[in-house]
């Protein structure tokens, strides 16, 4: 069975500075990866997707993330970090029409 | 790009009434939706998977009278709440994947407050 882990619940950055949200994932299989983000009693927003083509996937607002297969990971980067990033963010797997979510990460931002 | 809604977008009730969220896919069919449970600070749990014209499946634990789900159309899903308590107020998520797409398309959620 496939599992989702995000190592970080809580990040904190200063405005400016880089981000780095980690992800974790454990598949017998080739697999489909996302990155959400949720802001405060809003729905989810599809930030960019891996689906075995390029490893290093660009997404919306300036975030990106690079799947290494051998580390099975698929963290999200983001080289510099604006107030409106703050948000939970959710790593997300994929088999069939199936999504299994990882725990969140709540992304804040000081000024 | 493909859009879910959902309705209403929060509700209140008293505790034992029954509430109805609807799930809408505007611009595409989908044959299966998702329903989710996100309680604070959590992240999203899968609850059910509706398939039109033929009964959901649950999950591990869910109770599927207490969470009746209907999918009568391929643009219309909903979930009722019947007989409701404070336990269960949450926020309510649903998901739709549009056929020959690698990707799900999220409703903007449902916030449920049982008092």
């Known amino acids: 069975a496939q599992s989702v882990t995000q190592l970080d619940s809580h990040v904190s950055v200063s405005e400016g500075t880089p981000v780095l949200l980690r992800c974790n994932y454990s598949?017998?299989?080739?697999?489909?990866l996302f990155w959400y983000v949720q802001h405060p009693n809003k729905g989810l927003q599809l930030l960019l997707k891996?689906?075995?083509?390029?490893?290093l996937v660009k997404g919306i607002n300036g975030f990106e993330a690079e799947f290494k297969k051998s580390e099975t990971s698929f963290h999200l980067t983001k080289p510099s970090a604006h107030m409106s990033d703050a948000a939970e963010y959710f790593c997300?797997?994929?088999?069939?029409?199936?999504?299994?979510f990882g725990g969140g990460t709540r992304l804040m931002v000081k000024p | 790009g493909a859009v879910v809604s959902q309705h209403p977008s929060w509700v209140i009730c008293k505790s034992g009434t029954s509430v109805k969220i609807e799930c809408r896919s505007l611009?595409?069919?989908?044959?299966?939706m998702f329903w989710y449970r996100q309680f604070p600070k959590q992240s999203l749990m899968l609850m059910a998977t509706?398939?039109?014209?033929?009964?959901?499946?649950?999950e591990q634990g869910v109770e599927k009278d207490k969470f009746l789900i209907n999918h009568a159309s391929l643009t219309l899903s909903t979930l009722t709440v019947t007989s409701a308590h404070p336990e269960d107020s949450s926020f309510y998520i649903c998901?739709?994947?549009?056929?020959?797409?690698?990707?799900?398309?999220f409703g903007p959620g449902t916030r449920l407050t049982v008092l």
């Open positions: 998901s739709a994947p549009p056929s020959g797409r690698n990707e799900q398309f």
């Open positions: 598949s017998s299989y080739s697999p489909s």
């Open positions: 891996y689906t075995s083509a390029a490893t």
């Open positions: 997300v797997y994929k088999g069939g029409n199936m999504l299994t």
């Open positions: 611009d595409f069919q989908a044959t299966t």
């Open positions: 509706s398939n039109e014209g033929s009964k959901a499946t649950y």
